[in-house]
């Protein structure tokens, strides 16, 4: 008798107008790497490191509604000419979303799970970086949004060898 309660209360949610879903399946280190070209040298050194940060993201469709979102950190550390280190790693979730309209997923894709992905990766690194007996690396938080809007913008803009125009109003 239970059973048959219950069962009118869920079948709202399987008609035809569904709330999107969306949801973690799966959160993984896809790829890391660690170089250090100098050691032990490089543990002498006195200078303070200047570190370039690269991080990228990327998705793709894996079944109907199944996704894989990657976030790529790459951290070099340069003393002068000397590379101290260069540490990489890619963290990826498996995602599902259902019922999103087709010009709703790339943002989901491009921002919403990037942002989701970021805390994982900026540990991975940290402690990568750590473990290789430097100090950690704590990187700061990144709008994937404003990473998103800048490429969206870039694709209106016209190439660089095109003729650009510009109307003063």
């Known amino acids: 008798m239970a059973e048959s309660e219950q069962k009118p209360a869920a079948s709202p949610q399987g008609s035809g107008d569904s709330q999107p879903t969306f949801q973690i399946e799966k959160l993984y280190i896809k790829d890391i790497s660690l170089e250090v070209p100098g050691a032990p040298h490089v543990f002498l050194q006195t200078d303070n490191p200047q570190l370039e940060v690269q991080v990228r993201n990327e998705a793709m469709q894996i079944t109907d509604h199944m996704y894989e979102a990657t976030v790529i950190v790459t951290v070099t550390a340069r003393a002068g000419e000397r590379t101290l280190f260069l540490a990489e790693a890619a963290q990826a979730g498996i995602f599902t979303a259902r019922g999103f309209a087709p010009q709703d997923m790339e943002p989901l894709l491009a921002i919403g799970c990037p942002t989701i992905l970021f805390p ?50």
């Open 120 to 169: 994982y990766v900026r540990e991975a690194i940290s402690d990568l970086v750590t473990r290789a007996g430097f100090p950690p690396v704590l990187l700061s938080p990144i709008s994937f949004e404003a990473l998103y809007l800048q490429r969206q913008q870039q694709k209106q803009e016209p190439q660089s060898g095109e003729p650009r125009i510009e109307v003063a109003r």
